[in-house]
């Protein structure tokens, strides 16, 4: 097993690897189908053999998970369908004991609708204190029969769900997800508590969800295309309310990773300014295109918009919210899109398991932090869900048109022979896993030399004990059309082609790593990644 990385310095989030768990699908401890922390607990030495440093949870908190969990009843409980607070201490604490530390999920914009404040809300009627802590309001038209605004969803259809008694409530996702006025101080105070409260219980960092649409325009006024600010997204407020998180993160040693998607760099950038976040995730590279230029370019634009503040790069290819990376990277349009989402789009995978494997080098190359989010390392690819057993609301919400976001959810594999891959459950999982998926499990993957799981664990150790890898500089060398090349300190020199012909490698002293066989006369493959050390 590889050594625990405990002894990092408390800088170890600029240039973590951090794993993403997604705690429905990563394994079933108790056997019920859905996974849970009993499984992630009997899993960690697999995370730790993966020389990961840090674990994200998507939220395991009390949740009728409308959402996936993404709609917390209560930040303090955690789900009995996860297990309970006293595992999630010692799932913390175990982790912490293999190198391995703890990211919780915090959702801010919304809570449940069967969190307790809004059950009061409800039932506290119009004008009330208790329905100041969302956003209610009279509808518009003779009698209040139109919603109050025209906000589009971050999910389709509508933002506003009428109660009983004639008022409005707003939810930027599904009407079980109402959105927190953030102008009220208990808000803010509630939030700082729950942060405190893990903080307390050993965490090492908070990811945030959706966290540049807490604040809204108080006229909650009309959405108006092109005109700023827009009246949900980056609203000035935030950065007051980040600041006085930060405060609190300091106190524990705590990190944050933002779910910030702006287009905008220099926007972007406002939120990790030394006193707000540490990190936020990189939706711009997820969403680029396998293309040279355009990776190059989101790479600069990456480092010229992350430098002023001081802040490190994060770098991801996939969550679970979007299509898996070797479905994506075997498509015609290999970028990923919200909008272009749909059923059955052809994709070759094993052309893009290959260029998933040179993404995978040449993520881990990059100056700052990485993410991998469960699977990632096995290179699953995207499941097609049968209609009937879609469960994200994401689809039903489309009207059917958007597939959503299970396929990239599906229960994983880890043992090729065992009923349900071995995930643990003893009767059917959530959803269903493929047929064809006993090649990517765990066990079979375990010993193969070639495989995506050997990469992983040979790349992640490569950069664990080897100079050059992190943060710091980089420098592009001269390359052929199509080919990415850029050295950082120590010699490391990173290549990637994406030419459609063979490409001669630099002079190096040593191949450190290669995601593919070089060709008979050494030359490096197209869509094939080595890291090399001059
Ligand atoms: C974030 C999460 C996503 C969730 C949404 C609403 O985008 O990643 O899964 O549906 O927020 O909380």
């Known amino acids: 097993m590889a050594a625990p990385h405990s002894s990092r310095t408390e800088d170890w989030w600029r240039d973590a690897v951090i794993y993403q768990v997604y705690p429905r699908s990563f394994a079933d401890g108790d056997g019920d189908g859905t996974g849970d922390l009993a499984g992630v607990r009997a899993r960690l030495p697999y995370l730790a053999e993966l020389g990961v440093d840090a674990v994200w949870f998507t939220p395991w908190y009390l949740s009728p998970l409308v959402d996936g969990g993404y709609d917390v009843a209560d930040y303090r409980t955690i789900d009995p369908t996860f297990g309970t607070l006293a595992e999630a201490e010692k799932l913390i604490a175990e982790a912490r004991g293999l190198g391995v530390r703890v990211i919780v999920d915090i959702v801010p914009n919304h809570v449940s609708d069967q969190h307790a404040w809004f059950r009061a809300a409800l039932d506290a009627g119009p004008g009330s204190a208790e329905r100041e802590l969302f956003h209610f309001r009279p509808g518009r038209g003779e009698h209040g029969e139109l919603p109050p605004n025209d906000w589009p969803s971050q999910f389709s259809g509508r933002t506003w769900t009428r109660v009983e008694d004639g008022e409005w409530y707003l939810h930027l996702f599904t009407p079980e997800q109402p959105d927190l006025n953030w102008a009220h101080p208990a808000v803010r105070r509630e939030h700082e508590e729950v942060l405190r409260f893990w903080f307390e219980r050993g965490v090492a960092g908070v990811r945030i969800d959706s966290a540049a649409l807490l604040a809204k325009d108080p006229a909650l006024a009309d959405f108006e295309e092109g005109v700023d600010p827009h009246p949900y997204i980056d609203q000035d407020e935030l950065h007051d309310i980040y600041r006085s998180w930060r405060a609190i993160a300091d106190e524990y040693g705590g990190v944050f990773v933002g779910e910030v998607w702006l287009p905008d760099s220099e926007r972007f950038a406002r939120y990790l300014r030394p006193d707000e ?15 040279p230029d355009r990776l190059r370019r989101t790479i600069d634009d990456t480092l010229a918009e992350h430098a002023p503040v001081g802040a490190p790069a994060t770098w991801v290819l996939c969550n679970h919210d979007v299509t898996r990376t070797v479905t994506r990277y075997g498509r015609t349009d290999t970028g990923f899109d919200f909008a272009t989402k749909t059923y059955g789009t052809p994709t070759d995978l094993g052309l893009g398991t290959r260029r998933a494997r040179a993404a995978a080098l040449l993520t881990l190359a990059l100056p700052g932090s990485v993410y991998v989010y469960q699977g990632e ?158």
């Not at 976040?277 to 293309?291: K, M, Y």
């Not at 066990?443 to 992983?456: E, F, G, I, K, N």
């Not at 050295?487 to 001669?504: H, I």
Request: proline fraction near 11%; charge should be negative; hydrophobic fraction near 40%.
């Open 277 to 291: 976040l540490h990190t936020a995730f990189n939706f711009n590279f997820l969403s680029c295109p396998w293309d």
């Open 377 to 534: 390392e096995l290179g699953l690819p995207e499941a097609e869900i049968p209609l009937d057993r879609i469960q994200d609301p994401m689809h039903a919400r489309s009207g059917g048109t958007d597939p959503g976001r299970d396929g990239c959810r599906v229960p994983l594999p880890w043992s090729a022979e065992a009923p349900w891959y071995g995930f643990g459950a003893t009767t059917e999982p959530w959803l269903p896993q493929p047929g064809d998926w006993a090649e990517y499990a765990v066990d079979r993957q375990d010993t193969d030399p070639d495989s995506m799981l050997a990469l992983y664990r040979e790349a992640l150790l490569v950069r664990r004990t080897g100079a050059g890898f992190g943060d710091g500089p980089l420098s592009w060398l001269p390359a052929p059309d199509g080919v990415l090349a850029f050295t950082r300190t120590d010699g490391l020199v990173c290549v990637v082609n994406l030419a459609a012909t063979p490409a001669d490698l630099p002079p190096h002293g040593e191949l450190l790593l290669a995601s593919g066989a070089l060709d008979a006369d050494g030359r490096l493959p197209s869509d094939t990644a080595v890291w090399l050390r001059s």
